[in-house]
């Protein structure tokens, strides 16, 4: 169902009805914001390709009463560059639906420019004293890690994918009952046109000893499922974890797979993080077809990286109250492969952020160490 046309209109209207609330609290608010992404690319030798994204999202929040809310979010995105002539129907990337019910849409779509609108949040929530029930497209966050979540296993994500804030969206029905200050039970299932395909499970959180801890147990698609997790501190850093094993099924053997994280804030704002990732289906050398669908948009929990091992650190400082930037490095030890990203972040004026950032990837695919990504971002993003 192609729902993300009218989108604009229907919020544009909502705006209205908003604005003329002031006096007490709206039943109706529009937030959202617009980016400008350029992309220089030296991935390919010889040849740089250059790439501009414009990038607005429009989030309708309704409050008819105090137990009913409801959501709208649009994300609309205009491609312009030379990948679109380089890569053969370019739309068909962009244009890619993990979700149940189809809601996107492209009106333009050639080698000259492609615009891609898509209804990512379309749900009602109700809650009553401890129960709240969730129906509709919404995000499903079990993980705990900041890099990899082999608990997500309703909408996992890409850390390559830094301009998708808000991280992909499930249609699903999702009923959570809270039990405590700390605790709850949930059920979820999410949508699908067959059996095989379901995935669903339930997932019980509670604190002990100043520990979340959480287990959840049920199927994704043709496995069945177990796993847990957990979010606290030693000391004064903060640490994480999570594991999930998947049963054998549709010819892919049982799997296992673990992360853990150490973060910590010192005195002075300086901010690490450190994490790795077992996987026991992961590959200690992959070859470049497995390497190349790492950070595709149809990525799934079950292939959160190709390799076995994974390691992962990050550091950032605020060298100045408008001015932070960092580095991340994701060290991949079978076979040396590295990847890094330095970004830098200037707050211009209030609600206005200038980004620098870039992704390089080395890696060796059997003909010695290759510089296989490179590439610049420049991001300017205002909110409203």
């Known amino acids: 169902m192609k729902f993300a046309k009218y989108a604009g209109l229907v919020i544009l209207l909502a705006g209205g009805f908003s604005s003329q609330a002031q006096d007490e609290a709206p039943k109706l608010t529009l937030k959202g914001y617009v980016k400008d992404l350029f992309t220089a690319n030296f991935s390919t030798p010889n040849d740089a390709r250059f790439d501009n994204l414009i990038h607005n999202r429009l989030n309708l929040k309704w409050y008819p009463n105090e137990h009913l809310t409801g959501a709208l979010e649009v994300r609309n995105r205009f491609f312009i560059g030379n990948s679109l002539g380089l890569i053969p129907n370019y739309g068909s990337y962009v244009d890619v ?31 009553k004293n401890n129960l709240e029930v969730t129906v509709g497209r919404q995000r499903i966050n079990w993980g705990q890690n900041l890099v990899w979540n082999p608990n997500d296993i309703f909408n996992a994500y890409s850390f390559f994918d830094f301009d998708y804030e808000e991280r992909p969206g499930s249609d699903a029905l999702r009923v959570q009952y809270y039990t405590g200050v700390a605790s709850s039970v949930e059920g979820t299932i999410k949508a699908a046109d067959s059996w095989s395909k379901v995935v669903a499970a339930g997932i019980w959180r509670t604190n002990k000893w100043n520990y979340d801890f959480q287990g959840f147990a049920g199927k994704m698609k043709e496995h069945a499922v177990i796993g847990g997790g957990w979010a606290g ?92 930037g960092g580095l991340s490095v994701m060290v991949f030890p079978s076979d040396m492969g590295c990847f890094t990203s330095p970004f830098v972040t200037y707050s211009v004026v209030p609600n206005l952020d200038l980004d620098l950032l870039g992704q390089f990837f080395l890696g060796d695919i059997g003909e010695g160490y290759t510089l296989l990504a490179k590439v610049a971002y420049t991001r300017v993003k205002w909110s409203f």
């Open 97 to 127: 639906n993990n979700d149940y019910v189809d809601m996107s849409v492209l009106p333009i779509n050639n080698d000259k420019a492609v615009l891609h609108m898509m209804i990512d949040r379309a749900y009602l929530q109700w809650n």
């Open 233 to 324: 501190s030693i000391k004064n850093a903060g640490f994480k974890g999570e594991m999930t094993w998947f049963s054998e099924a549709a010819g892919r053997k049982a799997q296992f797979i673990t992360s853990s994280s150490i973060d910590y804030s010192f005195a002075n704002s300086f901010y690490v993080n450190g994490s790795f990732l077992f996987n026991s289906s992961g590959m200690s050398k992959p070859d470049q077809s497995a390497l190349g669908a790492f950070s595709l948009n149809k990525l799934d929990v079950r292939s959160l990286s190709p390799y076995r091992w994974s390691v992962f650190g990050q550091a950032s400082y605020p060298f100045h109250p408008l001015v932070s």
